[in-house]
């Protein structure tokens, strides 16, 4: 399958796709597990390890000490489950990674790079980290340089010079030369000094194995409509509706001077919730639901089990319930049979252009948009079209009975 809207990159990362593509490079499977699902019924020996290479345990948050971290995300302290994650990805032969900051912990990232003396001191702290629990790698996850995350994040201008001059010293340390580093990412290459995406990385892959595109949360409630919460392309759609999408984001970072073959795409097992009147849900009266509907922002449904309540975030801002639906949960709440499929007078649409569906509740009035099975499928012949590295997928537990997981890896692993 050839992605129209990519025939224009450089040739690049087709050649490099091609020497990937020989063998001579096991794919990656990879996923984020969360420490603190391992209080709500989702643990380590829970996860089907024979499916993974590499497993990174979520998260290691920074603090106001460039000397220390913290394991308390969600406010549960989840050390002990890394010790045993660590354990049992090594009897499974499957590489262990920390993902140090996430969307709550990335607050003093930019301290913990701003200058040399907390650079050395921050290698000095993550390769402690790194003996301590004898990781085989380390996941960056700073949400993110140059741009302000979740609202208090300290942030220069200098944030992703900084960075990378970080990297180059943890290569330096005999520790950090010979583990495995990898960065998860927006869709858009890393900021540059004057608030824009850079338009040259090139020089971040000399230190990274790995960037994981995070091809997610694209449309969600702070959008104008209803959206695909991760969609493969959107090339294809109105030019009002193209938030981003897998195509635009590999696009963008290869040209920027990423290697394809270096590149992880991000793939999510939830999706967000919409309050969706009945009104706004069918296309023109009809049965079918309708793409890009109208919602009430000002009403925020509740997701499954997992997601988040209203309160109030580390930042002490108002917040409320998250929406996010776990596909298990949809399977859970009945939308979808214990297959995956949507189940028997549960309206339900699969858009061709973002290769995502979308779900309604006629009762509750709630619209979620998700990845299938079929999602999963498209985004695992897109990697290997691409000549991308593999996959990593936002998280372990949030699957059923490995659906989504086993989709993409008999495109990836074929």
Not at 254 to 270: I, N, R
Request: hydrophobic share 40%; glycine share 10%.
């Amino acid at each position: 399958m050839i992605w129209p809207s990519l025939l224009a990159l450089t040739s690049l990362p087709f050649i490099y796709a091609a020497e990937q593509d020989d063998g001579c490079e096991e794919k990656v499977a990879s996923t984020w597990f969360a420490g603190w699902h391992a209080n709500d019924g989702f643990n380590v020996s829970d996860v089907p390890w024979s499916k993974y290479t590499e497993v990174t345990f979520a998260f290691a948050e920074t603090t106001p000490d460039v000397n220390t971290l913290s394991f308390n995300t969600s406010g549960i302290d989840s050390e002990d489950v890394l010790v045993q994650l660590v354990a049992a990805a090594h009897e499974n032969d499957v590489d262990a990674k920390v993902s140090v900051g996430g969307w709550t912990g990335s607050l003093y990232w930019s301290d913990n790079v701003g200058s040399a003396e907390n650079r050395t001191a921050w290698v000095k702290t993550l390769t402690n980290l790194v003996s301590k629990y004898d990781l085989d790698g380390l996941d960056f996850d700073w949400e993110y340089p140059g741009k302000q995350g979740i609202g208090c994040n300290a942030v220069s201008t200098n944030d992703t010079d900084n960075f990378l001059a970080f990297l180059k010293e943890l290569r330096e340390n005999p520790i950090g030369a010979n583990i495995t580093l990898s960065a998860a990412t927006s869709i858009a290459p890393f900021t540059g000094s004057n608030g824009t995406a850079l338009t040259n990385v090139s020089e971040f892959a000399e230190y990274l194995d790995f960037v994981a595109i995070m091809n997610y949360d694209i449309w969600g409630s702070w959008s104008a409509t209803v959206g695909p919460n991760a969609p493969l392309n959107d090339s294809c759609a109105d030019a009002a509706y193209q938030a981003g999408s897998a195509v635009s984001a590999v696009r963008a970072w290869t040209e920027a001077g990423f290697p394809s073959g270096q590149l992880l795409l991000g793939v999510p097992t939830y999706g967000h919730s919409f309050s969706v009147p009945q009104a706004n849900a069918f296309a023109n009266g009809s049965d079918t639901l309708a793409l890009y509907a109208g919602f009430n922002s000002s009403v925020h449904p509740a997701g499954d089990a997992w997601d988040d309540e209203a309160g109030f975030d580390v930042c002490g801002a108002a917040t409320t319930a998250g929406g996010l639906m776990d596909f298990w949960g949809l399977v859970e709440q009945g939308y979808l049979t214990e297959s995956g499929d949507a189940a028997d007078g549960v309206p339900y649409v699969f858009d061709n252009c973002s290769q995502t569906p979308f779900i309604y509740n006629t009762t509750t009035e709630v619209m979620i948009s998700y990845d299938n099975a079929e999602s999963f499928a498209a985004k695992g012949q897109f990697i290997i079209d691409m000549g991308l590295a593999g996959f990593a997928m936002w998280e372990a537990g949030g699957d059923y009975n490995t659906i989504l997981l086993d989709a993409i890896r008999e495109k990836v692993f074929a």
